[in-house]
């Protein structure tokens, strides 16, 4: 099971970036689908994620309405689309499918038997 990352890199404030994630090995199809990230001497956050059959999408307060999580089965890929960056927003960003213990703001999922496949991560630098 591997996903690769790309589309990370130093961006000025209120620009855009979007990340992307391949699978390889397995298939999107059926999984959820997140993007977590992880600031310097903080906790890694969830901060976006997709379900599979429905679509249902739930969002961090901290980036609602500025990323906007998608997936394109046929490419097995999933993205995260950052608009309006801000420099609180600088991390790690590593993309998910099907983790163990899923925390998006309000939202929760516990899965003892998943998938639990990561991206190897992507910096984000928001500066000026």
């Known amino acids: 099971l591997q996903l690769v990352e790309s589309g990370g890199g130093l961006v000025q404030p209120g620009g855009s970036l979007r990340l992307s994630c391949v699978a390889s090995a397995f298939t999107l199809d059926n999984y959820v689908i997140g993007w977590f990230r992880q600031a310097s001497g903080k906790a890694r956050e969830g901060i976006a994620c997709?379900?599979?059959?429905?679509?249902?999408?739930y969002y961090a307060d901290s980036v609602r309405g500025r990323f906007t999580i998608s997936r394109d089965n046929a490419k097995n890929t999933m993205y995260l689309q950052m608009n309006h960056l801000e420099p609180d927003d600088t991390a790690v960003y590593y993309c998910?499918?099907?983790?163990?213990?899923?925390?998006?703001?309000?939202?929760?999922?516990?899965?003892?038997?998943?998938?639990?496949?990561w991206g190897q991560g992507t910096l984000v630098t928001v500066s000026s």
């Open positions: 998910t499918v099907d983790p163990k213990e899923l925390r998006v703001g309000g939202h929760y999922r516990h899965e003892l038997f998943a998938l639990d496949a």
């Open positions: 997709m379900y599979d059959r429905d679509h249902t999408t």
